[in-house]
């Protein structure tokens, strides 16, 4: 090995350094969400490395949140893993976005960055991606840091969970409470706010007249088309992106 | 749940999990959609917020009744105010958890 940094390799520590920078506010927002979610699943009778590997395999707050608290009302395995896959289908949409900026990165990169997709990672990414002064370094290191300060809060709170009461700091809003932030964020002009209304009220609607959790996909993809339609009308010469 | 079997429902979840998150990027990365879809796909993550949010705060209890004087709703309401007053998702976490155990403790 040659011992002088090659601009590659001086590339490659440039990128990690700002992943890094950037990350940081999403790994704050974790610790506390993970440390509840912990809690709530040691609750659940969950052992805290039976936690540390859910997070570590399946990534996904929300479908964490929910999944514990299927299996503390005794819910079988198959209807478990049909809702994960009824509220992680929104991953579906977030990785299209992404990919229109990811041309030319190798598949096994892609494939790697895939498994670090959640909805801060992706907020984060894309806004920064549309910079145009993001890579693959980058959106990988914002990705990875996140996931382990997920694995290590939700295991720390695996941990704590013994000693804290059940119902105690209103652990249970948790989950409620991280999406309110994350709409919050979301909310940049009129149209994400006509949007979020009309799913609001459709998932409502829909949640006391469908089966299980399908109402979340049922009333988000109208919402959009609904939004996009009512976008269209009110500014039709906007031409597409 | 046995040990077994949660080791199954786990790799179940992830699998689940991972494809969708896998597939687009797989199969379009680098290709130009139409604006139409993109300006669909934009609009998709508020909307799934907003989905998962809104039944959490008008039907509490899962029994399928409307209650919109609950805890839930009260607590959502002064979080959504919070939230978009001060963009922090940890101060928005932590000030609905407060919020909430307040207010469940008085009711």
């Known amino acids: 090995m040659n011992h002088q940094p090659s601009e590659g390799s001086h590339r490659l520590k440039t990128g990690i350094y700002q992943g890094i920078v950037a990350a940081w506010p999403v790994c704050l927002g974790f610790v506390p969400i993970g440390l509840a979610f912990g809690v709530i699943a040691q609750k659940a009778g969950l052992q805290p490395y039976q936690i540390g590997l859910m997070s570590l395999l399946v990534f996904a707050g929300s479908a964490q949140f929910i999944a514990v608290s299927m299996l503390a009302g005794g819910a079988g395995a198959v209807s478990i893993i049909l809702t994960t896959f009824a509220v992680n289908l929104r991953h579906f949409l977030m990785s299209s976005s992404l990919a229109v900026y990811m041309g030319g990165t190798r598949k096994w990169l892609l494939s790697l960055f895939a498994y670090g997709i959640t909805d801060e990672s992706f907020a984060l990414n894309l806004s920064r991606f549309k910079t145009g002064n993001w890579g693959i370094t980058q959106a990988l290191t914002v990705n990875h840091v996140s996931n382990f300060f997920w694995i290590a809060s939700t295991m720390a709170g695996g941990f704590a969970g013994e000693f804290i009461p059940e119902g105690a700091f209103g652990i249970d809003y948790a989950l409620p409470a991280m999406f309110i932030g994350l709409l919050a964020m979301q909310l940049k002009g009129r149209r994400y706010i006509v949007t979020a209304i009309l799913a609001g009220i459709l998932a409502v609607v829909f949640a006391m007249i469908l089966p299980g959790n399908f109402y979340i996909i049922a009333a988000s993809m109208l919402a959009a088309l609904g939004g996009v339609l009512i976008n269209r009308r009110l500014q039709p010469e906007q031409p597409g992106e | ?107």
């Open chain 2, 1 to 107: 749940m046995s040990e077994l079997n949660y080791i199954w429902l786990i790799l179940g979840m992830s699998l689940v999990t991972y494809i969708p998150r896998w597939l687009p990027l797989a199969a379009l990365a680098g290709r130009r959609l139409p604006g139409w879809l993109l300006e669909w796909l934009d609009l998709i993550p508020v909307a799934i917020l907003a989905s998962l949010l809104l039944p959490l705060m008008v039907i509490p209890d899962a029994t399928g009744q409307l209650d919109p004087l609950s805890s839930e709703f009260l607590a959502g309401t002064i979080t959504i105010i919070f939230a978009l007053k001060v963009k922090s998702l940890s101060g928005t976490v932590i000030v609905g958890m407060l919020v909430y155990w307040l207010i469940s403790s008085l009711v």
